[in-house]
Protein backbone atom coordinates (compact mmCIF):
# COMPACT_ATOMS: atom_id res chain seq x y z
CA UNK A 1 0.00 0.00 0.00
CA UNK A 2 2.87 2.50 1.11
CA UNK A 3 4.51 1.53 -2.50
CA UNK A 4 1.29 2.35 -4.28
CA UNK A 5 0.79 5.93 -2.42
CA UNK A 6 4.63 6.41 -3.73
CA UNK A 7 4.44 6.08 -7.09
CA UNK A 8 0.78 7.75 -7.22
CA UNK A 9 2.73 11.05 -5.61
CA UNK A 10 5.62 10.64 -8.20
CA UNK A 11 3.48 10.50 -11.17
CA UNK A 12 1.21 13.19 -9.72
CA UNK A 13 4.56 15.36 -8.97
CA UNK A 14 5.92 14.58 -12.23
CA UNK A 15 3.12 15.71 -14.32
CA UNK A 16 2.60 18.71 -11.78
CA UNK A 17 6.37 20.06 -13.03
CA UNK A 18 5.98 18.50 -16.50
CA UNK A 19 2.75 21.56 -16.30
CA UNK A 20 4.79 23.94 -14.97
CA UNK A 21 7.91 23.16 -17.33
CA UNK A 22 6.03 24.02 -20.58
CA UNK A 23 6.37 27.69 -21.76
CA UNK A 24 5.40 29.62 -24.26
CA UNK A 25 7.29 33.11 -25.57
CA UNK A 26 7.70 34.50 -29.38
CA UNK A 27 11.27 34.91 -30.83
CA UNK A 28 13.30 36.22 -33.76
CA UNK A 29 14.63 32.69 -34.98
CA UNK A 30 17.92 34.56 -36.46
CA UNK A 31 19.67 31.67 -38.17
CA UNK A 32 16.23 31.63 -40.34
CA UNK A 33 17.41 35.03 -41.34
CA UNK A 34 16.36 35.76 -45.23
CA UNK A 35 18.05 37.47 -48.04
CA UNK A 36 15.87 40.73 -47.27
CA UNK A 37 17.63 40.88 -43.82
CA UNK A 38 14.20 40.13 -42.46
CA UNK A 39 13.62 37.17 -39.25
CA UNK A 40 10.69 35.35 -39.01
CA UNK A 41 8.70 35.79 -35.48
CA UNK A 42 8.30 31.62 -34.02
CA UNK A 43 6.38 30.55 -30.77
CA UNK A 44 9.12 28.88 -28.78
CA UNK A 45 7.73 25.82 -26.85
CA UNK A 46 10.05 25.07 -24.42
CA UNK A 47 10.16 22.09 -21.97
CA UNK A 48 12.74 21.33 -19.51
CA UNK A 49 14.98 23.51 -20.89
CA UNK A 50 14.46 22.09 -24.77
CA UNK A 51 12.78 24.07 -27.05
CA UNK A 52 10.44 23.87 -30.11
CA UNK A 53 9.47 26.07 -32.81
CA UNK A 54 6.61 27.15 -34.54
CA UNK A 55 6.46 29.82 -36.98
CA UNK A 56 4.30 32.75 -36.64
CA UNK A 57 4.63 33.19 -40.42
CA UNK A 58 5.39 36.76 -39.42
CA UNK A 59 9.01 38.10 -40.83
CA UNK A 60 10.37 41.07 -39.75
CA UNK A 61 13.78 42.98 -39.58
CA UNK A 62 15.50 42.95 -36.39
CA UNK A 63 14.86 46.78 -34.90
CA UNK A 64 11.51 45.90 -35.84
CA UNK A 65 10.84 43.55 -32.99
CA UNK A 66 10.64 44.16 -28.98
CA UNK A 67 12.05 41.21 -27.62
CA UNK A 68 11.04 42.04 -23.92
CA UNK A 69 7.71 42.64 -24.58
CA UNK A 70 7.30 40.51 -28.00
CA UNK A 71 5.63 42.69 -29.78
CA UNK A 72 6.01 44.39 -33.38
CA UNK A 73 7.45 47.65 -32.33
CA UNK A 74 5.05 50.70 -33.58
CA UNK A 75 7.66 51.95 -36.66
CA UNK A 76 6.51 49.21 -38.72
CA UNK A 77 3.66 50.25 -40.73
CA UNK A 78 1.82 46.84 -40.14
CA UNK A 79 2.56 46.56 -36.21
CA UNK A 80 -1.09 46.36 -35.36
CA UNK A 81 -2.46 43.79 -37.38
CA UNK A 82 0.68 41.78 -37.31
CA UNK A 83 0.81 42.31 -33.05
CA UNK A 84 -3.16 41.30 -33.16
CA UNK A 85 -2.49 38.34 -34.95
CA UNK A 86 0.67 37.46 -32.19
CA UNK A 87 -2.03 37.90 -29.50
CA UNK A 88 -4.31 35.57 -31.16
CA UNK A 89 -1.87 32.90 -31.90
CA UNK A 90 -0.58 32.96 -28.46
CA UNK A 91 -4.55 32.76 -27.53
CA UNK A 92 -4.90 29.73 -29.38
CA UNK A 93 -1.75 28.21 -27.80
CA UNK A 94 -2.53 28.79 -24.37
CA UNK A 95 -6.13 27.25 -25.49
CA UNK A 96 -4.64 24.40 -26.25
CA UNK A 97 -2.23 24.49 -24.00
CA UNK A 98 -5.13 24.18 -21.28
CA UNK A 99 -6.80 21.36 -22.77
CA UNK A 100 -3.81 19.31 -23.36
CA UNK A 101 -3.60 19.46 -19.42
CA UNK A 102 -6.93 18.46 -18.23
CA UNK A 103 -6.15 15.60 -20.56
CA UNK A 104 -2.86 14.60 -19.14
CA UNK A 105 -1.23 14.91 -22.59
CA UNK A 106 0.79 17.95 -22.13
CA UNK A 107 4.00 17.92 -23.50
CA UNK A 108 5.86 20.19 -26.02
CA UNK A 109 5.51 18.05 -29.19
CA UNK A 110 2.25 17.41 -28.69
CA UNK A 111 1.39 20.93 -28.01
CA UNK A 112 3.72 22.08 -31.17
CA UNK A 113 1.40 19.00 -33.16
CA UNK A 114 -2.26 20.53 -31.99
CA UNK A 115 -1.10 24.27 -33.30
CA UNK A 116 0.87 23.96 -36.53
CA UNK A 117 -1.63 23.00 -38.98
CA UNK A 118 -3.14 26.09 -37.45
CA UNK A 119 -0.68 28.58 -39.21
CA UNK A 120 1.53 27.11 -41.96
CA UNK A 121 -0.40 25.70 -44.61
CA UNK A 122 0.93 26.17 -48.04
CA UNK A 123 -1.47 28.55 -50.14
CA UNK A 124 -0.94 25.98 -52.93
CA UNK A 125 -2.52 23.05 -50.24
CA UNK A 126 -5.04 25.14 -49.05
CA UNK A 127 -6.22 26.49 -52.60
CA UNK A 128 -7.07 23.13 -53.55
CA UNK A 129 -9.09 21.68 -50.53
CA UNK A 130 -10.70 25.03 -51.47
CA UNK A 131 -11.21 24.14 -55.28
CA UNK A 132 -12.36 20.40 -53.94
CA UNK A 133 -15.11 22.15 -51.70
CA UNK A 134 -15.88 23.83 -55.06
CA UNK A 135 -16.31 20.84 -56.73
CA UNK A 136 -18.34 18.95 -53.90
CA UNK A 137 -20.68 21.72 -53.71
CA UNK A 138 -21.13 21.50 -58.02
CA UNK A 139 -19.86 24.91 -58.78
CA UNK A 140 -18.08 23.71 -62.07
CA UNK A 141 -17.75 26.77 -63.47
CA UNK A 142 -15.96 28.38 -60.00
CA UNK A 143 -14.13 25.11 -59.58
CA UNK A 144 -12.99 25.72 -63.27
CA UNK A 145 -11.68 29.36 -63.07
CA UNK A 146 -10.36 28.96 -59.91
CA UNK A 147 -7.60 26.08 -61.43
CA UNK A 148 -6.28 29.11 -63.52
CA UNK A 149 -5.96 31.61 -60.77
CA UNK A 150 -3.87 28.83 -58.80
CA UNK A 151 -1.50 28.42 -61.99
CA UNK A 152 -1.42 32.26 -61.96
CA UNK A 153 -0.11 31.68 -58.46
CA UNK A 154 2.10 29.19 -59.01
CA UNK A 155 3.70 31.50 -61.82
CA UNK A 156 4.29 34.29 -59.57
CA UNK A 157 5.68 31.82 -56.70
CA UNK A 158 3.16 32.19 -54.08
CA UNK A 159 2.01 28.66 -53.75
CA UNK A 160 4.42 27.62 -50.90
CA UNK A 161 3.64 31.12 -49.22
CA UNK A 162 1.57 30.50 -46.14
CA UNK A 163 -2.44 31.25 -46.24
CA UNK A 164 -2.15 33.39 -43.00
CA UNK A 165 0.34 35.78 -44.80
CA UNK A 166 -2.18 36.81 -47.80
CA UNK A 167 -2.55 40.50 -46.65
CA UNK A 168 -2.78 44.39 -48.95
CA UNK A 169 1.04 44.05 -50.36
CA UNK A 170 0.38 40.23 -51.08
CA UNK A 171 -3.13 41.16 -53.08
CA UNK A 172 -1.36 44.42 -54.93
CA UNK A 173 1.96 42.63 -55.91
CA UNK A 174 -0.17 39.29 -57.06
CA UNK A 175 -2.32 42.19 -59.56
CA UNK A 176 0.21 44.20 -60.73
CA UNK A 177 1.71 40.45 -61.84
CA UNK A 178 -1.61 39.82 -63.37
CA UNK A 179 -1.60 43.42 -65.57
CA UNK A 180 2.24 43.67 -65.97
CA UNK A 181 3.18 40.33 -66.50
CA UNK A 182 0.61 37.99 -67.32
CA UNK A 183 -1.22 40.90 -69.65
CA UNK A 184 -4.94 40.17 -68.28
CA UNK A 185 -7.19 42.99 -69.05
CA UNK A 186 -9.11 45.02 -66.44
CA UNK A 187 -12.07 42.57 -66.04
CA UNK A 188 -10.35 39.27 -66.11
CA UNK A 189 -8.30 41.02 -63.34
CA UNK A 190 -11.30 42.03 -61.70
CA UNK A 191 -12.64 38.36 -61.29
CA UNK A 192 -9.38 36.26 -60.72
CA UNK A 193 -9.43 39.04 -57.58
CA UNK A 194 -13.09 37.70 -56.85
CA UNK A 195 -12.22 34.29 -56.82
CA UNK A 196 -8.80 35.48 -54.72
CA UNK A 197 -11.66 37.01 -52.12
CA UNK A 198 -13.50 33.81 -52.27
CA UNK A 199 -10.67 31.95 -50.77
CA UNK A 200 -9.60 34.18 -47.99
CA UNK A 201 -13.43 34.91 -47.04
CA UNK A 202 -13.09 30.79 -46.51
CA UNK A 203 -9.74 31.07 -44.70
CA UNK A 204 -11.04 33.48 -42.25
CA UNK A 205 -14.15 31.13 -41.25
CA UNK A 206 -11.27 28.01 -40.94
CA UNK A 207 -9.49 30.09 -38.63
CA UNK A 208 -6.43 30.52 -41.32
CA UNK A 209 -6.47 34.41 -41.32
CA UNK A 210 -7.84 36.83 -38.45
CA UNK A 211 -8.48 39.94 -40.99
CA UNK A 212 -9.91 40.52 -44.07
CA UNK A 213 -6.89 41.22 -46.59
CA UNK A 214 -9.18 43.00 -48.60
CA UNK A 215 -10.58 45.49 -46.77
CA UNK A 216 -7.93 48.01 -47.66
CA UNK A 217 -7.59 46.87 -51.39
CA UNK A 218 -9.32 49.66 -53.71
CA UNK A 219 -11.28 47.32 -56.38
CA UNK A 220 -11.22 47.28 -59.89
CA UNK A 221 -14.13 48.81 -61.23
CA UNK A 222 -15.93 46.68 -64.40
CA UNK A 223 -15.54 47.86 -67.73
CA UNK A 224 -17.70 47.97 -70.39
CA UNK A 225 -16.99 45.90 -72.89
CA UNK A 226 -18.11 45.65 -76.49
CA UNK A 227 -20.00 42.39 -77.44
CA UNK A 228 -18.75 40.71 -80.97
CA UNK A 229 -22.27 39.89 -82.60
CA UNK A 230 -23.40 39.15 -86.50
CA UNK A 231 -25.38 41.15 -88.49
CA UNK A 232 -28.40 39.47 -90.33
CA UNK A 233 -25.92 39.59 -93.60
CA UNK A 234 -23.04 37.75 -92.18
CA UNK A 235 -25.69 34.83 -90.40
CA UNK A 236 -26.64 34.44 -93.93
CA UNK A 237 -23.06 34.35 -94.95
CA UNK A 238 -22.63 31.41 -92.85
CA UNK A 239 -26.09 29.78 -93.97
CA UNK A 240 -25.11 29.83 -97.81
CA UNK A 241 -20.63 28.05 -96.66
CA UNK A 242 -20.69 24.97 -99.20
CA UNK A 243 -19.92 22.41 -96.13
CA UNK A 244 -19.87 18.71 -96.29
CA UNK A 245 -22.86 17.71 -95.29
CA UNK A 246 -21.92 15.50 -92.01
CA UNK A 247 -18.96 16.94 -91.33
CA UNK A 248 -17.98 18.57 -88.08
CA UNK A 249 -17.94 22.02 -89.36
CA UNK A 250 -21.68 21.06 -90.98
CA UNK A 251 -22.90 19.95 -87.39
CA UNK A 252 -21.33 22.73 -85.76
CA UNK A 253 -23.19 25.16 -88.25
CA UNK A 254 -26.44 23.77 -87.45
CA UNK A 255 -25.77 23.90 -83.87
CA UNK A 256 -24.88 27.82 -83.90
CA UNK A 257 -27.81 28.74 -86.33
CA UNK A 258 -29.99 26.39 -84.06
CA UNK A 259 -29.11 28.97 -81.58
CA UNK A 260 -29.37 32.02 -83.33
CA UNK A 261 -32.58 31.24 -84.72
CA UNK A 262 -34.25 29.70 -80.91
CA UNK A 263 -33.21 33.45 -79.06
CA UNK A 264 -29.51 32.41 -78.41
CA UNK A 265 -30.03 29.24 -76.38
CA UNK A 266 -27.07 28.59 -74.85
CA UNK A 267 -24.20 26.35 -75.58
CA UNK A 268 -24.85 23.69 -72.28
CA UNK A 269 -29.18 23.61 -72.44
CA UNK A 270 -28.23 22.74 -76.44
CA UNK A 271 -25.82 19.79 -75.36
CA UNK A 272 -28.78 18.47 -73.21
CA UNK A 273 -32.01 19.23 -75.22
CA UNK A 274 -34.41 15.66 -75.70
CA UNK A 275 -36.97 14.47 -77.69
CA UNK A 276 -39.00 15.14 -74.44
CA UNK A 277 -38.58 18.97 -74.87
CA UNK A 278 -40.33 18.96 -78.20
CA UNK A 279 -44.05 19.04 -77.20
CA UNK A 280 -46.85 20.46 -79.41
CA UNK A 281 -44.35 22.13 -81.65
CA UNK A 282 -42.63 23.99 -78.94
CA UNK A 283 -39.40 23.73 -77.20
CA UNK A 284 -39.95 23.57 -73.80
CA UNK A 285 -36.83 23.40 -71.29
CA UNK A 286 -35.04 24.86 -67.73
CA UNK A 287 -31.89 26.95 -68.56
CA UNK A 288 -29.01 25.31 -67.02
CA UNK A 289 -27.84 28.73 -65.54
CA UNK A 290 -30.92 30.15 -63.95
CA UNK A 291 -33.64 27.14 -64.14
CA UNK A 292 -35.86 29.81 -65.83
CA UNK A 293 -38.58 27.82 -67.76
CA UNK A 294 -38.35 28.90 -71.62
CA UNK A 295 -40.72 27.97 -74.15
CA UNK A 296 -39.98 28.94 -77.42
CA UNK A 297 -42.64 28.19 -80.95
CA UNK A 298 -40.70 25.89 -83.45
CA UNK A 299 -40.50 27.33 -87.15
CA UNK A 300 -39.51 26.18 -90.31
CA UNK A 301 -35.96 27.01 -90.12
CA UNK A 302 -35.98 24.94 -86.72
CA UNK A 303 -37.82 22.02 -88.66
CA UNK A 304 -34.98 22.20 -90.95
CA UNK A 305 -32.16 21.62 -88.47
CA UNK A 306 -34.14 19.14 -85.87
CA UNK A 307 -34.81 16.89 -89.07
CA UNK A 308 -31.03 15.53 -89.20
CA UNK A 309 -31.43 14.74 -85.75
CA UNK A 310 -32.95 12.57 -82.80
CA UNK A 311 -36.25 13.55 -82.44
CA UNK A 312 -37.88 10.77 -81.47
CA UNK A 313 -35.75 7.63 -79.63
CA UNK A 314 -33.92 8.18 -76.34
CA UNK A 315 -31.22 10.55 -75.65
CA UNK A 316 -30.28 13.73 -76.49
CA UNK A 317 -31.30 15.38 -79.83
CA UNK A 318 -28.03 16.71 -81.21
CA UNK A 319 -25.01 14.53 -80.98
CA UNK A 320 -22.67 16.51 -79.11
CA UNK A 321 -22.92 14.24 -75.60
CA UNK A 322 -22.80 10.29 -76.43
CA UNK A 323 -23.82 8.91 -73.27
CA UNK A 324 -26.36 10.08 -69.99
CA UNK A 325 -24.03 11.17 -66.69
CA UNK A 326 -25.43 10.92 -63.37
CA UNK A 327 -22.63 12.73 -62.47
CA UNK A 328 -23.73 16.46 -63.45
CA UNK A 329 -20.16 17.79 -62.65
CA UNK A 330 -18.66 15.49 -64.83
CA UNK A 331 -21.41 16.11 -67.50
CA UNK A 332 -20.51 19.75 -67.08
CA UNK A 333 -17.01 19.10 -67.29
CA UNK A 334 -17.72 16.93 -70.62
CA UNK A 335 -19.78 20.29 -72.25
CA UNK A 336 -17.38 22.09 -71.71
CA UNK A 337 -14.43 20.13 -73.40
CA UNK A 338 -17.13 20.16 -75.86
CA UNK A 339 -17.61 23.59 -76.02
CA UNK A 340 -13.89 24.62 -76.80
CA UNK A 341 -14.12 22.18 -79.78
CA UNK A 342 -17.41 23.74 -81.12
CA UNK A 343 -15.60 27.29 -80.42
CA UNK A 344 -12.85 26.67 -82.39
CA UNK A 345 -14.76 25.06 -85.60
CA UNK A 346 -16.64 28.08 -85.33
CA UNK A 347 -13.67 30.28 -86.29
CA UNK A 348 -12.73 28.27 -89.07
CA UNK A 349 -16.09 28.91 -90.23
CA UNK A 350 -16.10 32.30 -89.87
CA UNK A 351 -12.70 32.75 -91.65
CA UNK A 352 -14.55 30.88 -94.71
CA UNK A 353 -17.43 32.87 -94.84
CA UNK A 354 -14.80 36.29 -94.50
CA UNK A 355 -16.21 37.24 -91.32
CA UNK A 356 -13.39 39.25 -88.86
CA UNK A 357 -15.52 38.95 -85.61
CA UNK A 358 -14.00 36.85 -82.89
CA UNK A 359 -16.89 34.28 -83.25
CA UNK A 360 -17.84 31.74 -80.28
CA UNK A 361 -20.89 29.70 -79.77
CA UNK A 362 -22.62 32.71 -77.34
CA UNK A 363 -22.12 35.35 -80.18
CA UNK A 364 -25.57 33.62 -81.55
CA UNK A 365 -26.91 35.15 -78.36
CA UNK A 366 -25.53 38.46 -79.09
CA UNK A 367 -26.51 38.00 -82.21
CA UNK A 368 -30.00 37.54 -81.85
CA UNK A 369 -30.49 40.56 -79.74
CA UNK A 370 -28.77 43.02 -81.94
CA UNK A 371 -30.71 42.02 -84.89
CA UNK A 372 -34.33 41.71 -82.53
CA UNK A 373 -33.90 45.23 -81.67
CA UNK A 374 -32.68 46.75 -85.11
CA UNK A 375 -35.51 45.29 -86.17
CA UNK A 376 -37.88 46.71 -83.75
CA UNK A 377 -38.69 43.99 -81.48
CA UNK A 378 -39.63 45.82 -78.04
CA UNK A 379 -37.08 45.32 -75.01
CA UNK A 380 -39.98 43.33 -73.35
CA UNK A 381 -40.22 40.43 -75.59
CA UNK A 382 -36.30 40.18 -76.39
CA UNK A 383 -35.86 40.35 -72.48
CA UNK A 384 -38.44 37.20 -72.62
CA UNK A 385 -36.83 35.36 -75.32
CA UNK A 386 -33.60 35.38 -73.88
CA UNK A 387 -34.82 34.74 -70.76
CA UNK A 388 -33.89 37.69 -68.52
CA UNK A 389 -35.21 37.45 -65.18
CA UNK A 390 -35.83 41.71 -65.75
CA UNK A 391 -35.55 44.05 -68.01
CA UNK A 392 -32.17 46.22 -66.53
CA UNK A 393 -30.07 42.86 -67.11
CA UNK A 394 -31.25 43.52 -70.71
CA UNK A 395 -30.93 47.12 -70.85
CA UNK A 396 -27.47 46.34 -69.69
CA UNK A 397 -26.90 43.29 -72.16
CA UNK A 398 -27.62 45.51 -75.07
CA UNK A 399 -26.28 49.03 -74.14
CA UNK A 400 -23.46 48.97 -76.20
CA UNK A 401 -26.10 47.61 -79.34
CA UNK A 402 -28.02 51.08 -78.10
CA UNK A 403 -25.21 53.53 -78.93
CA UNK A 404 -24.66 51.81 -82.22
CA UNK A 405 -28.50 52.04 -83.35
CA UNK A 406 -28.13 55.90 -82.18
CA UNK A 407 -24.84 56.83 -83.78
CA UNK A 408 -27.12 55.42 -86.97
CA UNK A 409 -30.11 57.36 -86.08
CA UNK A 410 -27.75 60.55 -85.69
CA UNK A 411 -25.59 60.32 -88.79
CA UNK A 412 -28.97 59.59 -90.84
CA UNK A 413 -30.73 62.82 -89.22
CA UNK A 414 -27.42 65.13 -90.08
CA UNK A 415 -26.45 63.79 -93.12
Given at each position: MLGYAKNLCTILCTKKYKDMSVT?????????????????????????????????GISIQENEWNPKKETVRKSHPLSVKYNAELTKFKIKAEGEKS???????????????????????????????????????????????????????GKMGLLLTPVSRIDQKFIEDF???????????????????????????QAIKDGYLSNDPFQFVESIKRESSTKAKLSVEQIEKIKDLPLKKGSFQWHVRNYFLFSYEMAGIRFS???????DNLIDGRLRYSMNKTGTEKSIKLRPAHFDILSHYNTESEGYIFPLI?????????????????????????????????IKENISFHVSRHSFAHNALKKGMDLYAISKALGHSGLKITEQYLKNFDEEMLDTAMDKFFA
Open positions: LRFTQLKRKKRKDGSIPIYLRITENGRSRYLSSELRQDGELDASTLKDRLNFNKNIPLGEYGKKYREQLKENDRYWEHKHFGVLLNDLKEFLFNEIGNANNTVRKKLQRLKGLTNDLCTLTPQQNYTDEFALKRKISSKNVLVNKALKTIADKAG
